[in-house]
């Protein structure tokens, strides 16, 4: 099995999301099923309040959930969302933002993960999620 660079699969990212590509997310870990990824300041992501947006964040995890299913998977990709449960548990701030996710079950059909985000500098988790993927099968 071939490992890829975080450069790789941001790269892949990117590509296939082209809003990560404008919103600069970096992947800063991907392996082994987990991902850190960094959403750096932009005031066009920000809502009332000056902190980030439930969009931008959900986009976020989304991606970053993507980063660490493709560390498993050789950079291919054969699923998609299905499910997002997301709680807000404080707001993130207007700075950067980080999401660490990990895959909690990767099976033949369906893949459970959980993200955890939090402004870049704090302990203090501002928002959970936990999402499904729904494998597709190959065209026959």
Known sequence: MTTLSTAEIQAIMRRGVPLAAEWEIEVLAAESGTALVRLPA????LRPGNTVSGPALMGLADVAMWAALLSTTEGRDDSVTSTMTVNFLRPAGSGPVLAEARLVKQGRRQVFG??????EGSDELATHITTTWTVIAPAR
């Open 114 to 119: 959980e993200i955890m985000i939090r402004a």
């Open 42 to 45: 932009k005031p066009v992501l």
